[in-house]
């Protein structure tokens, strides 16, 4: 199994950034897929996942929620995340999971893109 995110790269703040996810090795309609990030020096934490047919978002909090979106393409394998209105707080490594519906545990990790956002 393969997840690999891609479209980080620095950015002012108040522009937008949308990553992709492309993943491989698995049935990717069978699993509910996330967005998780990283920032220097801190835990990862969560930021939205979407059910394996997509009729189902969530998202982390109100530092996120109405800036980020979360969608999939599987016709495609891809999950993206779509960040506008990008603030120096959301700098971080983002990362893509999977897991299978109805589970708890993330199975498969991406490597990760970088995400910079300059003040």
């Known amino acids: 199994v393969q997840l690999q995110a891609s479209g980080g790269g620095l950015v002012q703040a108040g522009s937008s950034l949308r990553l992709s996810c492309a993943a491989s090795?698995?049935?990717?309609?069978?699993?509910?897929m996330g967005w998780f990030r990283q920032a220097p020096g801190q835990e990862r934490e969560f930021v939205a996942s979407i059910q394996r047919n997509g009729a189902y978002t969530t998202y982390a909090d109100s530092s996120v929620k109405g800036r980020f979106t979360i969608s999939r393409d599987n016709a495609k394998n891809t999950v993206y995340l779509q960040m506008n209105s990008l603030k120096p707080e959301d700098t971080a490594v983002y990362y893509c999971?999977?897991?299978?519906?109805?589970?708890?545990?993330?199975?498969?990790w991406g490597r990760g893109t970088q995400v910079t956002v300059s003040s």
């Open positions: 090795g698995l049935t990717f309609s069978n699993y509910d």
């Open positions: 999971a999977a897991r299978k519906t109805y589970t708890a545990k993330y199975d498969y």
